[in-house]
């Protein structure tokens, strides 16, 4: 009986992530296509409507929104629109908790988060992210203090440390590939052997 429940593990574990990871890009991509389906019927005839067309404007919309972004009017009504949503009592959480999530998957290209390190905890080695060597300097101004964020294994979020620049020791390793391990406890596919 344990030998079929360890193959059946080891199945699961075969099968799980590739199964949920093409499950949410069906799922985000039938999404894209049943959002802008409506609207695509509205502004062009049935006969012109093909299947994957509603995906390929929804693409296209969320390309002219990252190039809006850049423009100067645009900028300032997204950042109007972050006032008011940090305003306002129950969406400014969930709307910070959706900002957050979003900052902790692209962290590779956040410019703020430049380096890993490694702080000494108890005894124990923690991996964690420099992310405010300016707030660090404003909140703290005669210390030499650096935000450090401190992700939390197997589950989105983390903690930010402000800690002395002189405990911290900078680890050779990407940002992408030190959060992957500080995400799932250290287990590495065999990939990253």
Known sequence: ????????LKGL???LPIGLTVYLIYWLLATGEAI???????????ALYFPGLGLLASLALLVLTG????????RYLVKLSHNIFERIPLVKSIYGAIKDMMMVFNLAEK???KSVVSIEWNGAQVIGFITGEQTGKRLFKEQDLVGVYVPLS?????MTLYISRDRLTELDIGVEEAMRLALTAG??????K
């Open 13 to 15: 574990v075969a099968v």
């Open 187 to 192: 287990v590495q596919s065999s990939k990253a």
């Open 36 to 46: 802008a389906q409506p609207v695509l019927f509205l502004l062009i005839p049935d």
């Open 1 to 8: 009986m344990n030998k079929l429940i360890a193959l059946l």
């Open 111 to 113: 410019k703020e988060m």
């Open 154 to 158: 197997y589950q989105i979020g983390g």
């Open 67 to 74: 190039f809006l972004v850049n423009l100067y009017g645009f």
